[in-house]
């Protein structure tokens, strides 16, 4: 498996049936979260219409509709013919800066971001992790830390949920997504910083080595002052 690839848990998180009442809404929130996760990367297309429809357990119709919205928006571009498909918009648009309202969770959502992600790493470092899992890890990390400016908060986030996904909880992963989208929605409000990026690949490094060295408070104290850092960042950016 490729650094690129997202593992099929990742998948199976994200592509999960859909709340009944919001289907329409629901379903294009689900998509959009996978679009700015890159679980999906642009220029990459989407599942099948069918498989998709049957995973969020949405009519046809109605996953049409939510393409159709994100194809509007410019997130998403359906090509016809015999490779055609739905593919994720390459450049993707830039996002909306964030309301200023919005901002009043911000606390909130970071502190729920500490004791998820410190909990998943605690989780990850105390698990016998088979060769193949080790190896994902340290790939999505050398992905990450490899990656150009238009990637990097993509390959971010994608380390970041393959770890989650090694704590061995199934309900983790799709908590952490939702998390990270919406604190990705703040960070793609500020450009990326070449010190501040070289920084976090640092510490990605410390994380994932305590991980693969089953040293379980190391990495819990690792993710949080790789945390620490963002939140800062943040707070002096939007606050």
């Known amino acids: ?17 859909v709340r009944e009442g919001n289907a329409l809404e629901d379903t294009v929130a689900r998509l959009a979260q ?9 220029g990459e297309s989407l599942p099948p219409e069918r498989e998709l429809a049957a995973r969020f357990a949405v009519s046809r ?20 013919g015999r490779y055609g498909g739905t593919f994720v918009a390459d450049p993707l648009p830039q996002p909306p800066q964030p309301d200023p309202a919005d901002l009043v ?17 605690r989780a990850a470092a105390g698990r016998a992790l088979p060769p193949e899992a080790r190896q994902e890890l340290w790939a999505r990390h050398e992905a990450a830390a490899a990656a150009s400016e238009p990637d990097y908060r993509r ?10 996904e090694l704590a061995g909880i199934p309900s983790l992963v799709p908590l952490v997504a939702e998390n990270r989208a919406r604190v990705n929605g ?32 190391a990495a819990e104290q690792a993710v949080l002052e790789h945390l620490e850092a963002s939140e800062a960042l943040l707070h002096g950016f939007l606050s």
């Open 1 to 17: 498996m490729t650094s690129e690839q997202p593992l099929p848990e990742l998948h199976r998180a994200m592509y999960r049936p």
């Open 34 to 42: 996978t679009i700015r996760l890159g679980v999906v990367a642009p």
């Open 61 to 80: 119709d109605t996953l049409r509709e939510a393409i159709r919205e994100l194809a509007d928006t410019g997130y998403l571009v359906p090509r016809r």
């Open 105 to 121: 969770d911000l606390d909130d959502v970071l502190g729920l971001r500490a004791v998820l992600e410190a909990g998943a790493a």
């Open 155 to 164: 390959l971010d986030s994608l380390l970041h949920l393959t770890i989650a």
């Open 186 to 217: 703040w960070l793609d409000a500020f450009p990326l910083l070449p010190r501040t990026i070289e920084h976090s690949n640092a510490q990605h490094e410390k994380i994932v080595t305590a991980i693969l060295a089953a040293r379980a408070d």
